[in-house]
Each structure stands twice: as C-alpha cells, then as structure tokens.
C-alpha cells in the first residue's frame, strides 16, 4: 500500500468513526446541560465548594466565577510546582524556577498545555496528577460551560440569565469528560501505553553511557490531554513517544479522541437551540474547513522535492517512522485545527508550507473544529460576524437565531475576534525588535532553511500564535525556557483566554435579553448551505487579511524559496 492511499484511508477511517459518535455524544450532552436533576456525587462536589447549582447567573455573575475559579487554579498549580521539592513523589526533582512555575500554571489552568520543559526531567508525580492532569480536566470543562452559556442565550428570551456557572462546570467534567476518559485510559493502556508510578530506572547502554526513564500515570494523561483539547504530555517527546502512543492505531484513536467532543457539540448546540439543522450548518462549516487542510498537509509532504523526500516517499523529516508522512499530517492539521497542541511529529521540521498549515490552523482562532467548548463559541462569535456582513449586502438588520444582530453585538463579536491577533502579533513584533530573545532560536544546524531569517521568524510567530490561541503545540526549535518567554507567553496564555470569554459571556447576556423576532420572507436562512459558505469565507477572508503579512515573511517565504 503506498503511503499516499494509506493516509487517505486512515482520513477516511477518522472521519467514519466521529460520524458515529456524533449524534449520540451530542444528544448526551444536550441532556447533561439541560437537566434539573443532580448526581450524589455532584452534591457532595457542591456542598464541598459551598455552591447552589440552581441559582440562575446573569453574565457579570458567570463571568466572575469563571474568573475566580480559574485564578485559584493559578495560584494552587504555582505553589506546587515552587513546593515540589519538599513534595513526596517529587522523584528528586527539584522546585521549578518563578518564570517557569508561572508559565506553565497558565498554561494548564487556560487549557494550553504549553511547556517550555522537559517533562520527565522536570515535574514528579504529585505536580503530573494533582496538578497538571487536574487541570486537564476542569480547564476543558469550563471552555465547555462558557459555550453552553453562549448557546443559552441564543436559545432563552427576556431574560439575562445563562444558567451556573458551577453546575456546568461540575457536570461537564464528571458527566462528559471523566466517563469518555476513563474507557479512553483503558484503551491505551490495552494497547501498550505506560500506566504506573515507579521511580526513575537506568535503562540499558547507549555509546558506553546509560539512558535514565521515569514511569507515570501515562496513559490516564494522555486521555484527558486528547479529550480535553489540552496538549502537553508527561515525556517531552509529546505523542511521538512510544509510552504515549505506542501503535499507529493508538495514533488514530488519539486523533479521534481529539475531535469527537468539538464536533460532537455542533449536534448539541442545535438541540439546545430547537434546531439541528442549525447545528448540521455550524458542523459542515467545521469539516470542510478541517477536510481541506488536511488534504492541504498531505499534498505539502508528500509533494515537497528533493532527494530525500523523494527516496522516502515524502517529507519524513521531524516524523515517526511508526506512523510514516500521512498519519503525522493528519494529526499536525487535527491538533493545531484545535487548541490541543499534542504532536506526534516536529512541525519545525515541516516543509514551509506544511509549518505554515499549522499556523494558519491556530490563526482561524482554532474552530475547525476547535477546542472542547472554546472551537463552538469561537464559531458562533463568527456566524455573527458572517450574518453581519450578509445583512450590509441586502440592506437588512441581521438576524441570528431569531435575535438581532445590533451594534452591541457586532462591537462585542468585533472585539473578541481583534484580542488574539493583538496579542499575537504585538509580542511577536516586541520579540524580534529586542536584541535577546532572537538568540532563543535553535535551529541553527548546517542544513536549517534560512533559520536566522524566515524559518527562525516562523519559530517565534509560531510560539506566540500557539500561546495566545491556547494551544501550546511547539514548533521544536525555539528555546522558550527564559524568563522572556515564559513570562510573556504566560501572559498572552491568560490574555487570549479570558478576554475573549469576557466579550462571549457579554454577548451572551445581550442575547438572552432580546425578544425572538420572527422570521420572514428576507430573513437569511442560516441552516443553509449558502451560509455554510459565507461563514467558511468569512473566516477564511478575516483571518487571511489580518495575519498575511506576517504569514508572508515567515513560512510562505520559506515555502517559496525551498
């Protein structure tokens, strides 16, 4: 079989598999979100935090907890990671540095997953388990809840309130992602991946010197680090490790897990709004998008001339030979589609073009299909924007979901789509203007393209990209362990996480206020494949104007002159 058709298949395969997950996740969820009743488990969980989960939250009240319980997770993973030293299940490793400890606390808590370490030779168990991976959970529950909050303002009328913040955040991590992770963990482990707590072991003889290797709760993490959106990984090798993802088939499992929850909530959203021909419009505007870069990936490696790819059958630079050209396109394109930002190859090591896919996958603002909750609202934000643009064209005022589309909501959409490429670009910028952070770019060995100009530009684009849209993937040759980086990473992580929630949360809340209007005979048809369409052409178009130039200057310039 040649590795063009067997990448096809496993496409192919992945995208047979969501399809039927789809509606019954979705139908589940819908439920889950919806219910009056509470589990026994989520009572003691309630009576625990000292919170009332049928209090109804207007947005301001949301927004407040969501920002309160994120803080606390800060603070709470900082001090154990400063502490580590003195922690049992450290394995000798010592107390993480300030700069350090601070980036990766936002990381975890604003689901990036960004690390700017090694992680077998930096975190013990007790920061892996009731740090980080806690945090791979309730982190992808509240992207999760703030989306739902967006959905029930589209879907109530004269009324500001958008359900709790605390019985959302509660049942999407013990009803959704702890269940799926749990079966997820058994899979893995079935299959090879590594599940234990043993210390660190010397491990054979390697050029007269020894290899040292650490076990962990490996195959749990990589559930919840799949499922969750979150990205990271225990060993510093990511999902190209063995003990992470052992088999080609645990590869394409990991991509599922990857996608099946922010596909699956396109199917939610339709039911909790009364129609899933709404949600089958925000689906397809998701998969045709997804479909075509990664059709985009595997023609960029299979294709790229020269010796070596051409012996090899493709670009395998930077790739597992496990899992070959097309199965590593396929998860660069799914995880950087998403805020994930596990990989199970070196996107440095991409063709130019190809590293530039996997920006311009995070550029879109990460919605095809995007993060566990985040991917959703992100979408929505710009369905608003695409019923905006639609509504100047006939003369009419826009129309959502039977609420209209005013100058709140399109200042409230506008703003939330401007933070991240402020962000992104503002640092970036900052970074290349001073005269230390440039010497964090590695790439530097005989054979590197252009390292000191368009690629090592790409390395420090990317890094800001990946921070501000909180996926965290790498592009592998940026030394980003500097009180710089991870000082100022950390702060795009935060930004790009909490602002835009602050403008999705107010819109939200307008919404809610509003009367449906009625729809008549000029009311644009949203369930449509024509505003399918329009809204893929929007992102595409938006997204193209704002970042071009510095696209332009970074992989398409590298891309052209390979």
């Known amino acids: 079989m040649s590795p063009v058709l067997a990448g096809v298949l496993q496409m192919l395969a992945l995208i047979a598999a969501l399809a039927l997950a789809y509606r019954p996740l979705g139908d589940y969820m819908a439920r889950v979100y919806s219910s009056d009743k509470h589990l026994r488990v989520e009572k003691w969980i309630y009576k625990g935090i000292g919170a009332n989960p049928d209090t109804e939250m207007r947005w301001h009240a949301y927004l407040r907890a969501v920002l309160a319980f994120s803080a606390v997770g800060v603070l709470f993973l900082y001090l154990l990671q400063r502490l580590q030293g003195v922690l049992p299940g450290s394995l000798g490793f010592a107390s993480i540095d300030p700069d350090q400890a601070f980036n990766t606390a936002a990381s975890f808590v604003t689901n990036t997953n960004w690390q700017s370490y090694a992680g077998e030779q930096a975190m013990g168990h007790v920061v892996q388990t009731a740090g980080l991976a806690v945090q791979n959970f309730v982190s992808a529950a509240v992207g999760m809840a703030v989306a739902v909050a ?73 559930a919840i680090k799949e499922l969750g959106t979150n990205g990271g990984g225990i060993f510093n090798a990511n999902s190209a490790h063995p003990f992470e993802n052992p088999t080609p088939f645990t590869n394409l499992f990991e991509i599922f897990l990857i996608l099946v929850i922010p596909f699956s909530l396109t199917r939610t959203f339709g039911v909790l709004v009364g129609s899933v021909k709404q949600g089958y419009a925000i689906l397809a505007t998701m998969a045709v998008i997804w479909i075509g ?102 003369g009419r005022t826009p129309e959502y979901l039977g609420k209209k589309i005013g100058t709140r909501q399109i200042k409230l959409a506008a703003l939330y789509i401007l933070v991240t490429p402020a962000l992104v670009l503002g640092f970036t910028a900052v970074s290349m ?87 008549t005979a000029g009311t644009l048809r949203t369930e449509k494949p024509l505003f399918t369409g329009l809204l893929a052409g929007a992102i595409l178009i938006i997204t193209g104007l704002t970042y071009f130039p510095a696209l332009a200057l970074g992989p398409l310039a590298e891309g052209m002159a390979a």
């Open 150 to 222: 967006l959905v029930r303002g589209f879907a109530r009328s004269r009324t500001g309130e958008l359900g709790n913040f605390w019985a959302d955040l509660v049942r999407g991590t013990v009803r959704v992602l702890l269940p799926i992770a749990a079966v997820a963990a058994v899979v893995l482990v079935a299959c090879g991946a590594l599940q234990n707590f043993s210390g660190i072991h010397e491990v054979g003889q390697f050029m007269g010197g020894s290899q040292q290797w650490n076990g962990g709760a490996v195959a749990s993490t990589e």
């Open 293 to 394: 870069f990664v059709t985009l990936m595997m023609w960029t490696e299979f294709a790229h001339r020269g010796p070596a790819p051409e012996i090899a059958g493709g670009a395998m630079e930077g790739k597992e030979v496990r899992f070959g050209v097309g199965a590593s396109s396929l998860f660069a394109a799914s995880t950087t589609l998403t805020s994930t930002g596990a990989v199970d190859s070196f996107h440095s090591s991409f063709t130019g073009l190809g590293g530039g896919i996997t920006m311009l996958g995070m550029m879109l603002g990460e919605i095809a299909p995007g993060g566990v909750g985040s991917g959703l609202y992100g979408i929505l934000i710009m369905a608003v924007i695409a019923v905006f643009i639609a509504g100047l064209m006939v």
């Open 433 to 519: 203007a001073l005269p230390t952070p440039p010497h964090s770019i590695l790439n530097t060995a005989a054979g590197s393209v252009d390292h000191s100009g368009a690629h090592g530009f790409s390395e420090i684009l990317y890094a800001y990209t990946s921070g501000a849209n909180n996926n965290g993937s790498a592009f592998a040759g940026l030394g980003a362990d500097t009180p710089w980086f991870n000082t100022t990473i950390g702060l795009a992580m935060l930004l790009g996480r909490f602002l835009p929630m602050v403008f999705v949360l107010a819109l939200a809340g307008s919404l809610a206020e509003q009367k449906p209007v009625p729809a």
